[in-house]
């Protein structure tokens, strides 16, 4: 019939968080790579949370990755809690391992949580598809920004729309983020 079609097509579509919806799956247990089993409520801080989907071998990862720092000192500066969560379920057993994680933040001086998503939960609950895929939420653990870093992801210096910046800002100012989404540019969660 008409209705099973319908709710099989339904059932393959991912969740797409909308702007103003509520932090999903805030008590989900999340692996961080010191060890640690995490929440995002225990993360999100007084001005509120950042997202970042991320994973260890991605090319566009791995040619934001230098700004990575830069995003954990301002949020560390704000009271921004920040996790880069990685969802590639399917690459557990390769280079998306607990250990790989664990060795990929060492490697590159992270000094922010670098969380496992198991089963990619929490991926799905957001509707991240990309790597990197970014997620803000404000101190009422309401979603203000979601989409890319910035408009540039090869060159940090030619960047002219630092959008994650510019949106960080702005919620803390209490302006308006325009854009509040952008397109995310980057290898599909796996």
């Not at 969380?115 to 009422?140: E, I, S, Y």
């Not at 002219?160 to 599909?188: D, F, H, Q, R, V």
Request: charged share 20%; glycine share 6%; with cysteine.
């Amino acid at each position: 019939s008409m209705f099973v079609t319908f709710s099989i097509a339904m059932a393959e579509t991912p969740v797409s968080l909308e702007i103003g919806s509520k932090l999903p799956n805030g008590s989900q247990v999340l692996k961080d790579v010191s060890g640690v089993d995490l929440t995002l409520e225990k993360i999100a801080q007084k001005n509120g949370l950042l997202v970042i989907f991320t994973c260890n071998t991605c090319p566009y990862v791995l040619a934001w990755q230098d700004r990575y720092a830069e995003i954990s000192k301002f949020c560390r500066d704000n009271n921004i809690g920040l996790v880069m969560v990685n969802s590639n379920e399917a690459r557990r057993t390769s280079s998306d391992s607990y250990e790989s994680m664990v060795a990929h933040a060492k490697e590159n001086g992270y000094d922010f949580y670098y969380a496992l998503d198991g089963n990619h939960q929490l991926a799905d609950a957001m509707g991240a598809t990309k790597t990197p895929d970014v997620f803000l939420f404000n101190t009422d653990l309401k979603l203000v920004y979601k989409g890319a870093i910035d408009d540039n992801h090869k060159d940090a210096a030619a960047v002219l729309e630092p959008y994650l910046n510019s949106a960080m800002s702005n919620m803390l100012k209490n302006l308006e983020i325009n854009p509040n989404e952008t397109k995310s540019i980057g290898c599909s969660i796996k």
